[in-house]
């Protein structure tokens, strides 16, 4: 039987912004708590948090599925009474009732795959079964297939890099978490590292002066357009509301969807500026007819060779 440190090492291999992995853990009896690790958050492209909230949910969201499948029935609150810190709780009951096989197996086999697809249709049959992926109440997914919205995105995904990558501290941040060569991946066991974004590892400083030099608004939209030209669909995860708890059940959807992509072999990486950038945020509502509902994560989806997984830190690193 899994103890309840194995379904915590699952939790963990949850997808996280910059892969960040901005969690942490506790075990007390039969329960197990998530809190929000705010030393690894994102201050210039999440201020608020969102993202990290996504994460914290999707981790929430595999160490559910991790004890289904090992025979309980898990009680989740999210920020409950009486605790002395924010944090979601799992209480966890013995069952005679295992499920969630499939998507349980594809938890260790999930990754982002950033490398250009390959143009390939889903089949109808695999696309539905995508559409039909259960999600949290308020929670909704839409499939873009339509050559024109396409376009648009393609537009927003070009002014969102224009716009971020033309501010310093935006710069500064996300090359703090880029781990160029393998002792720098070694070392950390986090951050989006060169084989999972299916480049060849080089020496830091070398890797760093690079992206000061080389790396811009430009080059980075010319290599999204080419990416988005590839996949075969694009996703969008949408909330009702766009508070914490939206936030967390949008992250427990997305990564049903992403393990449900997993059993079919589809692959998807994400494509968020147009998510990020609240002028951005607010055309793509408008250009998706959403009215009030919150465009919460843009993704494409598509068929390609896998790319190595993101490291993680072990799961005694993030037990409290």
Not at 190 to 200: E, P, Q, W
């Amino acid at each position: 039987m899994q103890t309840f440190a194995e379904f915590v090492r699952y939790a963990t291999m949850a997808p996280s912004g910059h892969n960040t992995q901005p969690w942490k853990f506790s075990i007390t009896g039969d329960r197990i708590r998530i809190f929000p690790d705010f030393t690894r958050a994102l201050p210039v492209v999440d201020p608020d948090n969102r993202e990290l909230y996504i994460s914290l949910g999707c981790a929430l969201e595999n160490l559910v599925i991790a004890a289904k499948h090992a025979g309980y029935d898990p009680e989740v609150k999210y920020f409950p009474a009486g605790e002395p810190d924010k944090c979601l709780s799992v209480t966890l009951k013995q069952s005679d009732v295992t499920g969630a096989g499939d998507l349980f197996q594809a938890i260790s086999r999930r990754h982002t795959n950033r490398r250009e697809y390959n143009k390939q249709h889903i089949p109808a049959a695999d696309l539905k079964k995508i559409e039909s992926v259960p999600t949290e109440e308020g929670v909704t997914l839409l499939v873009l297939t339509e050559s024109g919205a396409i376009e648009q995105i393609i537009d927003l995904v070009r002014e969102g890099n224009r716009i971020q990558m033309g501010d310093g501290a935006f710069m500064d941040e996300i090359t703090s978490w880029i781990r160029f060569s393998d002792s720098e991946e070694e070392l950390h066991l986090d951050g989006l590292t060169s084989r999972a974004m299916g480049k060849s590892p080089a020496p830091g400083w070398l890797g760093r002066m690079f992206m000061r030099v080389f790396v811009g608004a430009k080059s980075q939209s010319k290599t999204d357009e080419k990416n988005i030209r590839s996949s075969s669909a694009l996703m969008v995860i949408i909330s009702e509301k766009n508070d914490k708890k939206s936030w967390i059940d949008v992250g427990r959807s997305f990564e049903r969807i992403a393990l449900t992509l997993t059993t079919l072999n589809v692959e998807n990486a994400h494509l968020n500026q147009p998510c990020e950038v609240p002028e951005l945020k607010n055309q793509l509502q408008q250009q998706l007819a959403l009215g009030s509902a919150h465009p919460q994560l843009l993704l494409r989806i598509g068929y390609a060779e896998p790319l190595p997984r993101s490291p993680r830190r072990p799961y005694q690193q993030v037990l409290i």
